[in-house]
């Protein structure tokens, strides 16, 4: 897909993420900075549970959704996404329908390395998905052995 094919679109006030990984978190985050009423929905026990995210930048998001009373369902899946939301179900095999007035979808990357000659090494997000931390740090790693 072209960025030309990607269009911004506006979201209605109560907005659904699906997943809480550090994407999904930052897009929440914006949201309750525009007026929006961001809801998290995540799989895992914790919000960004994944290696390589700065822990300031981690606890920071965590800590201002529970300050702003963001709900976050963690431990939690889709089970359907419907005209009124989305019906999620819990750990424990409990549903329960959650209205919002858009969903977004915030699970996961789908990598697309370049083919590599070998003549230049590769960095960042052209060789394997990562964050600023990784990409600064494999810039050095090249840099260092260059």
Request: hydrophobic letters at 40%; glycine letters at 10%.
């Amino acid at each position: 897909m072209s960025l030309k094919a990607i269009k911004k679109k506006n979201v209605g006030q109560n907005v659904i993420i699906v997943g809480g990984g550090l994407t999904g978190c930052e897009i929440a985050y914006d949201l309750y900075l525009q007026g929006k009423n961001p809801i998290i929905i995540e799989m895992k026990k914790d919000l960004i549970a994944v290696p390589g995210v700065f822990l300031a930048n981690s606890s920071y998001l965590r800590d201002f959704f529970k300050l702003h009373e963001v709900p976050v369902y963690l431990e939690t899946a889709v089970d359907s996404i419907t005209e009124e939301g989305v019906i999620i179900k819990r750990k424990d095999g409990s549903k329960e329908v959650i209205q919002g007035d858009d969903v977004i979808m915030s699970v996961g990357y789908l990598p697309s390395p370049l083919e590599n000659s070998g003549k230049l090494p590769l960095v960042g997000d052209c060789k394997k998905v990562g964050n600023l931390r990784t990409v600064i740090w494999g810039a050095w790693d090249v840099a260092m052995n260059f």
